[in-house]
């Protein structure tokens, strides 16, 4: 059999980690692995993507709360809705109390419930407030968020995708992917993407550096925390569940971004 290739996990990655019109040529447990490892590379992409709307919109003299409703709406696009539409079920699922099979039935269904309408209110609020502020203290702040924000809503994936983490179901993105992220892997990517961001924000000075770490590492734990509950309720990880390890992941890395 023909291996893997780098390039059939980036297209693994894009293709189903974004709208981007890329085709997933190979699909199966090496293929997902590749892409996993890959997904904070889509986020970067598609947080690149955000901070330019942004930026053109302050460039073309918008205020700062129209370019964080712009920028916050991309990454939204850029996933077709994907991500907010797993959070929303997620939050349903876990707000019902019921048993797993019938969490994960409540969470299969089309409509939202109460417990996601007021879930994605409050994340979406929440990510438009903090882009917001930063983009009134200037465009490179907001900009620089937006990404870092993205690539590790990603990041918070590719280590729900590690080894020892189950599928809730016999089908669909979470029996695909899961379990197919060596552990090392999966911390070696967390390094990567704490040192860039770390990197990224050196010009902003020290304390901003640290924070711009502390931004990812407490995100991706916020992911984790979460990610443990779900499979203690649900008996594994799905898809639904990847998308709310997203939202919460750049939830949180914004908003530790915007304190202090």
């Known amino acids: 059999m023909p291996r893997t290739s780098p390039a059939d996990g980036l297209r693994f990655a894009f293709g189903t980690l974004t709208a981007l019109p890329v085709a997933v040529t190979k699909w199966d447990r090496e293929a997902a692995r590749a892409g996993m490892l890959c997904a904070p590379l889509a986020g970067l992409v598609v947080g690149l993507c955000a901070a330019a709307l942004g930026g053109v919109l302050m460039a073309l003299g918008s205020g700062p709360l129209l370019a964080a409703v712009a920028t916050a709406a991309v990454p939204a696009t850029l996933t077709r809705g994907l991500h907010l539409d797993g959070l929303a079920d997620t939050a349903d699922g876990l707000g019902s109390a019921k048993p797993a099979d019938e969490a994960l039935r409540i969470m299969k269904q089309s409509d939202v419930g109460p417990f996601g309408v007021i879930t994605l209110l409050f994340v979406l609020l929440a990510q438009v407030a903090v882009l917001f502020q930063l983009y009134e203290a ?19 994936l590719t ?18 992917v899961a379990g197919t992220v060596p552990r090392g892997a999966a911390l070696l990517a967390t390094a990567l993407v704490t040192a860039l961001a770390a990197l990224a924000a050196v010009p902003f000075g020290t304390y901003e550096t640290v924070r711009y770490a502390a931004a990812v590492l407490l995100a991706v734990c916020a992911a984790e925390l979460l990610l443990r509950h779900c499979v203690r ?11 709310a390890l997203a939202e919460t992941a750049a939830t949180t890395a914004l908003v530790v971004l915007a304190l202090g």
């Open 138 to 156: 200037s465009w490179t702040r907001g900009a620089l968020a937006a990404v870092v924000s993205a690539a590790t809503a990603r990041l918070a």
């Open 159 to 176: 280590l729900a995708a590690r080894e020892g983490v189950p599928p809730a179901r016999p089908e669909g993105l979470g029996a695909a």
């Open 233 to 243: 309720r649900f008996g594994g990880i799905t898809g639904d569940v990847f998308g």
